[in-house]
Nanobody, 123 residues
Framework: QVQLAESGGGLVQAGGSLRLSCAAS????????MGWFRQAPGKEREFVAAVSRSGRTSVTDSVKGRFTVSRNSAKATVYLQMNALKPEDTAAYYC?????????????????WGQGTQVTVSS
């Protein structure tokens, strides 16, 4: 069993930065594929970024150049560094984990989910 706990959300002005953290317990993050998803009110959950078990990373086009995903295996933590935030980035952000190899952009590939952390970007 894997437990995930997100932190680092909050209210920030447009152009600002936040760093989200996802602490994993029950399994080392180097043995997990990790993903970040977000869901805005009235919208479907969408893929944001992922880091595979091998360490490859991917981010969705709408955040490319602004968001970076990374992991610290020693701390069993995955990070989402978010820079140049825009009001349209406002959403609940969720961390997820999969035991599968590769980069997965579909939420269906992820078995374990955190409770989410709210990010609100004011204009």
């Amino acid at each position: 069993q894997v437990q995930l706990a997100e932190s680092g959300g909050g209210l920030v002005q447009a152009g600002g930065s936040l760093r989200l953290s996802c602490a994993a317990s029950g399994r080392t993050v180097s043995n997990l594929g990790m993903g970040w998803f977000r869901q805005a009110p009235g919208k479907e959950r969408e893929f944001v970024a992922a880091v595979s078990r091998s360490g490859r990373t991917s981010v969705t086009d709408s955040v490319k150049g602004r968001f970076t995903v990374s992991r610290n295996s020693a701390k069993a933590t995955v990070y989402l560094q978010m820079n140049a935030l825009k009001p349209e980035d406002t959403a609940a952000y969720y961390c997820a984990a999969t035991l599968d190899l590769g980069i997965w952009t579909s939420s269906a590939a992820y078995v374990y989910w955190g409770q989410g952390t709210q990010v609100t970007v004011s204009s």
